[in-house]
């Protein structure tokens, strides 16, 4: 196991782990139960947009994890922090957290039940829907995909969709609706008439939906972008 180690750029925190059984550490594609007793390993938390890869980080960062004893009780352990960050998993068993910087932000959630720990991890993050239910058309039947190269494949889809008697209660579109992958713009060439297909998904009880990246972009000439130019 690890030493501690507290630096400018560079944090290290070791502790051994009551049972073998582990789950969490998303997001990545594998196993939601991680086997301790078997070899080390290690999971990257550094958000990224790419396709999916067995033991490959992905969009999301999520230090948390839930070990089980064999009695059944279980501990969860968070981790907050805002640089990248990775985690060992030993067979001892036992782990070892390193992040890049900042500050050790840890929680121990003493359960003692697997659904207690849990509790417990919602009154730090917030519980969803606590305040309130989600829409109901929201749990219903939705389609996304990236690729949908103009409003009229978008169209056509949804127009196959309703001669198929298919439940369809939400269409959602991904960044190719936009100019030059900039937020709040539309393609002036491929999605010009989306409005349209907004309307008429309306007018039929569809919804629609648009994904916004996170990111603004910096790259456009001056004054031609109000989302930067106005911060």
């Avoid at 490959?56 to 981790?79: C, E, K, Q, R, V």
């Avoid at 070892?96 to 910087?101: L, Q, S, V």
């Avoid at 500050?103 to 359960?111: E, L």
Wanted: aromatic letters at 14%; proline letters at 6%.
């Amino acid at each position: 196991v690890g030493g501690f180690i507290f630096a400018d750029q560079f944090l290290q925190i070791s502790s051994k782990l009551p049972g073998f059984d582990l789950y969490g550490l998303g997001e990545e594609q594998g196993s939601f139960l991680k086997n301790l007793r078997a070899t080390w390993s290690r999971i990257g938390f550094w958000n990224l947009d790419q396709a999916p890869e067995v033991n490959d980080n992905l969009y999301g960062s999520h230090p948390f994890m839930i070990n089980m004893m064999d009695d059944g009780s279980a501990i969860g352990i968070l981790f907050i922090n805002s640089g990248a960050m990775e985690i060992d998993l030993q067979p001892l068993p036992a782990f070892t957290f390193r992040g890049i910087g900042g500050i050790i932000d840890m929680y121990v959630f003493m359960g003692p039940s697997f659904k207690d720990v849990i509790s417990q991890y919602w009154e730090v993050i917030g519980a969803p829907f606590q305040d309130s239910l989600p829409p109901y058309w929201s749990l219903g039947f939705h389609l996304c995909r990236w690729g949908y190269k103009d409003t009229n494949t978008v169209s056509d889809l949804v127009h196959r969709m309703r001669k198929a008697n298919m439940p369809h209660d939400a269409q959602w579109n991904d960044i190719d609706h936009m100019d030059g992958k900039r937020d709040f713009t539309l393609d002036p060439k491929n999605y010009v008439d989306l409005p349209k297909l907004v309307d008429d998904l309306h007018q039929n009880s569809q919804h629609y939906v648009l994904i916004l990246d996170p990111g603004i972009s910096n790259t456009q000439k001056a004054g031609s972008y109000p989302p930067y130019d106005r911060g």
